[in-house]
């Protein structure tokens, strides 16, 4: 193994993007055996700085000193070369490939030109039995869980040799469960003397497992803390730069059944059946919330509702008629809403202005036409008026929404599907991707919805929001319902079990041998 | 009617086969390397052609096979490095770029015919090779043992290409580029450099399917002397599943279909000659809509490559 790194400090780091300071005069520093969070909203830098530690990008000023020298990283190569790994928010793995061969890959061969892959693979079991890591060299790595998957990357960084690791968002895809395995992992890498970059947005995560936190907002520094004694409320206010009103709880009192699902099957895009038999009402009055780790069918089960994709057998009804076979439009004249998964791609057109976009739907409505032309006049001040209830930032209607940020576009769609006054609404990952200040705006718009007597169907991998938003919860897992229960009768490490498929009462699932690593 | 099911017309059906396959060996291979890679080269019907004229043009006047196959392969090069350039450094739409390459081969290769040769003229390609032994061997002998370098070549690049793909770092990072070219780039390989090696070595081999023909087979040059071949060729790598194995299945496939069609024509059969030329055509349209796994193709196929920066 090279040299352990002792400390890495970054020093006035400035970094601009055509029209975006990434970052600004930030100062960063990491020693060997801590882990160091970076904390911040979506688009705070936080990627960005790191992947200037990690030589993708190069810095516009500032320095980089690592162990006393200053250091100039000019590509990915050189900061391994130096010691420093990095672990992406989106995996760089080759899902057709084995473990052995994706960790092999870029790397020198002990044999030249020809591949070492046995060697390679007796390395990968050696790292795996001391960090317990547990990845079978053989397998084929499309089809490993997004936890193994993990696990290879970190396993490619240590094999390469790094002493610091930077985890960028490494929690945003992982089950409770596998949360914790990872964290039992990183602890002992700490043990071993690395030094680790943790990048996050969830602060219950961030003060269980680091020593100290740095929080970025805009680019901007706002303070390096303790992660001892550190307040939640500050470290959101930093974040933030306000602090955020609090959900209360609410009474429960379900109306009426609105959406009724019977024993839906539906197939996928891979041609495998992912929604596999579900039965699911939701009343008026209600949010009912479905938990699972995406690709178990959410996705499938929200098309379906939607009319997007064709329903096998079963049957979807909306206020007891059967609406199975309508199409998305008919759906939408009957009374559902919808906040769709990708709102750059499902939910709104890019080119088109905010207010063509108010009007997707409903420009065939009498009241916003005159004759067979439509009426500009009521159409911009019906936009006007949605733009101003929702607090939607934008600098005119005329402006095209791709120069919107990802949460004044989710309010945008939010506003254009409330104001319809829907019987149901599907919300798919309604705060993917958004801040947290808009986030808590949509939170507060779907429990206002909920109370004027919408039925509420609200998917998120989110299982925190999930939680605190949902009446009622159902865990999906492989394309079924693992059991639906209310709110005050389950806790988040019980749908975190149910997520992975496992039951309560089940006998745990029994180790996985790694049969190429034994003797 | 004669009796077509002879042992000789057999043995001729088949010697024929084996010969006409070259040229789909030779390109198709190439090929997988260029789409493994991520590139899709449409123009290796016009590397063909041209280095199948240079091919030709250089025994034509010296008679020295060797200086043929060199200018051909230098001719792929050089479209290679064409072809790379366009699609790989300036991020041109494959497809488009491909197709350009191919009509300037065609266009090119007919203009210098007539400007430097002017008319259908015969040379002296590579002659066969007996091998000792094997080439005794009655029936398969003279089938499989008695061809020119080239054939054998062609033969044995199938086996020399697996192992390049499956046991060497250069095929993992070929492979790797192809799949997942972030991935590969933030492991330090460079994406562009394996991809301007990668479709040059399939342009040089094209290059060198081109001399194959024109030096090897019809020992001729003449307008749009592939017809087409190079196309198919690119279907073959589709057919054979991106695995040199697959490919050399298809292209015994396709000469075999291509030799059944000269054949019955040598013979003279009473089929319509044009339906007869057509066959290989209509079996390249049949497999491809029938037995094509689109679950090997290699998920950045026609991608062009952009690093996070700018
Ligand atoms: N490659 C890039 N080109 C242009 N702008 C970028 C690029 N990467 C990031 N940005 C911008 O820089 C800012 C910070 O982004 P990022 O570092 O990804 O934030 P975070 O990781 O904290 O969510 C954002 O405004 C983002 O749009
Ligand atoms: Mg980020």
Known sequence: MKVMIQHVEMKGIVKRFPGVLACDKVDFDLKAGEVHALLGEN??????????????????????????????????????????????????????????????????????????????????????????????????????????????????????????IILDEPTAVLTPQEVDDLFIILKKMVKEGHGLVFISHKLHEVTALCNRITVLRDGKMMGTRSAEGVERHDLIKMMVGRDLKTLQHRDYNPGPARLEVRGLHVTGDRGVESVRGIDLTVHSGEILGIAGVSGNGQLELAESLIGVRKVDSGSILLNGTDITNLKLNERIDQGVAIIPEERMLDGAINDFSVQENVFLHDHMEKSFRKGI????????????????????????????????????????????????????????????????????????????????????????????????????????????????????????QTLGLLMAGIKPGDPPKPEKVIAACED | MMNIFTWDVLSGVLRTMIALSTPFLFAALGETFSQLSGVVNLGVDGIMLLAGFFAFYAVFLTGNVWLGLLLAMLVGLVMGLMMSFVSVTLKAQQGISGIGLQMFGLGMSSLLFKVLVGTVTSVTGFRPVKIPLLGDIPFIGSILFNNNVLVYSAFLLVPLSWWVLEKTTLGLKIKAVGQNPAAADSVGINVNRIRYFSVCLGAVLAGVAGASLSISIANLFQDNLTSGQGFIAVALVYFGGWSPVGVLGGALLFSLANSAQLWLQVLGINVPASLAVMLPYVLTIVVLTVAVNRGKQPAALNKQFFRGEN
């Open chain 1, 373 to 492: 032309f439509l009426d500009f006049k009521t159409m911009a001040a019906h936009a006007r008026e949605l733009v101003r209830e929702f607090t939607v930032k934008t600098p005119t209607l005329d402006t095209p929404i791709k120069n919107l940020s990802g949460g004044n576009i989710q309010k945008l769609i939010m506003a254009r599907e409330l104001a319809r006054k829907p019987s149901v609404l599907v919300a798919a990952q309604p705060t993917r991707g958004v801040d947290i200040g808009a986030s808590e705006y949509i939170h507060q718009r779907l429990l206002m919805q909920r109370d004027s007597g919408t039925a509420i169907l609200l998917s998120s991998e989110d299982l925190d929001e999930l939680y605190e938003l949902s009446d009622r919860i159902a865990v999906i897992y492989e394309g079924q319902i693992m059991g639906i229960f209310e709110r005050k009768d389950t806790d988040i």
């Open chain 1, 43 to 164: 688009g705070a830098g936080k990627s960005t700085l790191m992947k200037i530690l990690y030589g993708m990008y190069q810095i516009d000023d500032g320095s980089i000193v690592i162990d006393g020298t200053e250091r100039h990283f000019h590509s990915p190569a050189d900061a391994l070369d130096a010691g420093i790994g990095m672990i992406h928010q989106h995996f760089m793995l080759v899902p057709t490939m084995t473990v052995a061969q994706n960790v092999a890959l870029g790397q020198p061969s002990s044999r030249g030109f020809l591949l070492d892959l046995d060697v390679v693979s007796e390395r990968i079991c050696e790292l795996s039995a001391e960090y317990g890591l547990k990845v079978n060299p053989n397998d084929l790595v499309g089809h490993l869980s997004v936890g193994e998957q993990q696990r290879v990357e970190i396993i490619k960084a240590l094999y390469r040799g790094a002493s610091i």
